[in-house]
């Protein structure tokens, strides 16, 4: 079967790509432009017709790709046409009307290219990634997906889990064979440095997902001190309602926003006080719970009343900014106390010293989070397997006696199914769609 699809993004633009992978493809290529496929992998200027007619839909540029030297490893052709919606449905119908070419499922490329070994799963999980990707940092972290260090670590581990899994099983097929004295030592050895390894990359405090994801921020505090006007100011847009009311925020409000190219989750979260009111009470106290899940606080304070009750000096430990606002209001310096916090004072109405609020955003992220570049796990499915690997190793690990290999070789191979299970190394069909699926069309 082949298949075609616009890769490009949808709607109206300069130039459409469209893509066409499988056994036909130079087929369509032949039958659309009345001529042989062009040199391999150089652009070529090309008439494109529909079938069986001289009725001109387009010219364009038609790029050819033999497999398995492709994307996909199948033959594969991109057609590069001027982007009007009329242009991509007259080719699509065009390729639809040659025997066995059908328009692509979601990810249904990328998948070809997993199943012809192309790439690995890691790989093509990056792709999403990078094609999604709104901020900088998660273009560089899908970047480095995409190079294969994860994968060559994943692989490195699972060839030495192959390695002692070998030498277990000759131990169990050979036992009266004069197999080295050391070797049930050098195994047991190998196996605690794997471990050791897998819990290291387990500990990573989910800086990949959170960078997929977004780092959760809470915007804490009294009411009437500026917590929603903050959230506006740095959304650049009326997210949030504003009034000199308090409890004006009763629910929590958030938001996707792109600070110095660190993804986020703003949280704006009710006023803290004491309320007799039901409805106020149960948002302090969602609003409490939002601080807990955090991965970074911002308490904003009114710099004319710096009154901390004991509820906001909890919430300012090693993962808060005081945020002193109305800084322009401000008739004499604030109290020697509060400057041994870490704060920032602002005025959102003068749009004072937001630039220094945003960096210190982004270098407390950056100090707590992104201490290296060892980012090995993205996604939970990672996290998931490489736990179960660490389960299965420990079960390993406690069997003393020789008699236990029996058993002990079962969990190996559990574990080096689960390592595999990471980048593809096994069957994998059972995951596929819920990978492939989040793809565009054309990918």
Known sequence: MTIYALSSGPGISGIAVIRISGQDTSKAIELMTGKRVPKPRVATLRKINKINTSELI?????????????????????????????????????????????????????????????????????????????????????????????????????????????????????????????????????????????????????????????????????????????????????????????????????????????????????????????????????????????????????????????????LLDENAILVINKSDLLKKDIDPEVKKIDHVLISIKENKNIDELILKIKNNLKNKFITSDDILITRERHRQHLQQCLDHLKNFNQKKEIADFDKAAEDLRLATRHLGMIVGKVDVEEILGSIFNDFCIGK
């Open 58 to 314: 387009d010219e364009g540029i038609i790029l050819w790709f033999p497999g398995p030297e492709s994307y996909t490893g199948e033959d594969m052709a991109e057609i590069q046409v001027h982007g009007s919606k009329a242009v991509i449905d007259a080719l699509h119908n065009n390729i639809s009307k040659i025997k066995n070419c059908r328009l692509a499922e979601p990810g249904e490329f990328t998948k070809l290219a997993f199943q012809n070994g192309k790439i690995n799963l890691l790989k093509a999980e990056s792709i999403a990634d990078l094609i999604s990707s709104e901020t900088e940092i998660q273009r560089q972290q899908a970047i480095k997906i995409m190079n294969g260090r994860s994968a060559d670590q994943f692989n490195y581990l699972r060839e030495k889990l192959l390695k002692i899994l070998s030498h277990v099983e000759a131990k169990i097929d050979f036992p009266d064979e004069d197999l080295p004295k050391d070797i049930l030592n050098e195994i047991k050895i190998s196996s605690d440095e794997i471990l050791k390894n897998i819990e290291k990359i387990l500990d990573d405090e989910k800086v990949g997902e959170r960078i997929r994801e977004g780092f959760k921020i809470a915007i804490l505090g009294p009411t009437n001190a500026g917590k929603s006007s903050l959230l506006n100011h740095l959304s650049n847009r009326d997210v949030a309602i504003v009034s000199e009311i308090a409890g004006t925020t009763r629910d929590v409000i958030e938001t996707h926003l792109n600070i110095d190219g660190y993804p986020v989750i703003v949280s704006d979260t009710a006023g803290i006080r004491e309320s007799k009111n039901e409805i106020e009470k149960k948002g302090i106290k969602l609003s409490l719970s939002r601080a807990e899940e955090a991965d970074l606080k911002l308490v904003v304070v009114d710099a004319k009343n710096l009154d901390f009750t004991d509820v906001l000096r909890r």
